[in-house]
T-cell receptor, first 112, second 116 residues
Framework: TQLLEQSPQFLSIQEGENLTVYCNSSSVFSSLQWYRQEPGEGPVLLVT?????EVKKLKRLTFQFGDARKDSSLHITAAQPGDTGLYLC????????????FGTGTRLKVLA | DTEVTQTPKHLVMGMTNKKSLKCEQH?????MYWYKQKAKKPPELMFVYSYEKLSINESVPSRFSPECPNSSLLNLHLHALQPEDSALYLCASSPEGPGPRGTEAFFGQGTRLTVV
């Protein structure tokens, strides 16, 4: 079973600080998605990364896919209280299976 | 339109009740999923339907029974649940097309289930 390990598990920072969340696996993924989830709501898709080494930007969020497609990172610049939430990476456990699994999650709290 | 609609939003049921959760999408997606999420944990995969056929059952107890009446609808029938089954139940769909974007999943808002 492929596992997606995220670190850190919890992060509490002040508004304006930068942070990076990591998503690591021992297996290769054809693509990874990142989601943000707020309490009591469903996860919302932020981005899909596909190509090894790919970097995607979404406003203050920068996503990177590792060269070997086994890991990914999410960097937030100048965090704001609205960034608070649970960040999840996700991917298909084995290509073509549609066994779509989530990482262990990173709970972010940004203090005003 | 990237909307997945789940009903009801909240459900309280007794251990002897039978109830159903419903999920609907009109994006033409061919894969639909049920996940269970406990507090402060990531979603756990329960079932996957691909082209209206059950393709994955993650060893879910039989008191949970999925159904896919057509390509837009997904139900989860509940019977004789236990209090530990209380959780947020999430439905999702993905295109299931060629290429990696076929697995991009779009989620509903979930049904908060409480078993008493």
């Amino acid at each position: 079973t492929q596992l997606l390990e995220q670190s850190p598990q919890f992060l509490s920072i002040q508004e304006g600080e930068n942070l990076t969340v990591y998503c690591n696996s021992s297996s290769v993924f054809s693509s990874l998605q990142w989601y943000r989830q707020e309490p009591g709501e469903g996860p919302v898709l932020l981005v899909t990364v596909v190509t090894g080494g790919e970097v995607k930007k979404l406003k203050r969020l920068t996503f990177q896919f590792g060269d070997a497609r086994k890991d990914s990172s999410l960097h937030i610049t100048a965090a704001q209280p609205g960034d608070t939430g649970l960040y999840l990476c996700a991917g298909e456990e084995a290509s073509g299976t549609y066994k779509y699994i989530f990482g262990t999650g990173t709970r972010l709290k940004v203090l005003a | 339109d990237t909307e997945v609609t789940q009903t009801p939003k909240h459900l309280v049921m007794g251990m002897t009740n039978k109830k159903s959760l419903k999920c609907e999408q009109h994006m033409g997606h061919r894969a639909m999923y049920w996940y269970k999420q406990k507090a402060k944990k990531p979603p756990e995969l329960m079932f996957v339907y691909s082209y209206e056929k059950l393709s994955i059952n993650e060893s879910v107890p039989s008191r949970f029974s999925p159904e896919c009446p057509n390509s837009s609808l997904l139900n989860l029938h509940l019977h004789a649940l236990q209090p530990e089954d209380s959780a947020l139940y999430l439905c999702a769909s993905s295109p299931e097309g060629p290429g990696p974007r076929g697995t991009e999943a779009f989620f509903g808002q979930g049904t908060r289930l409480t078993v008493v």
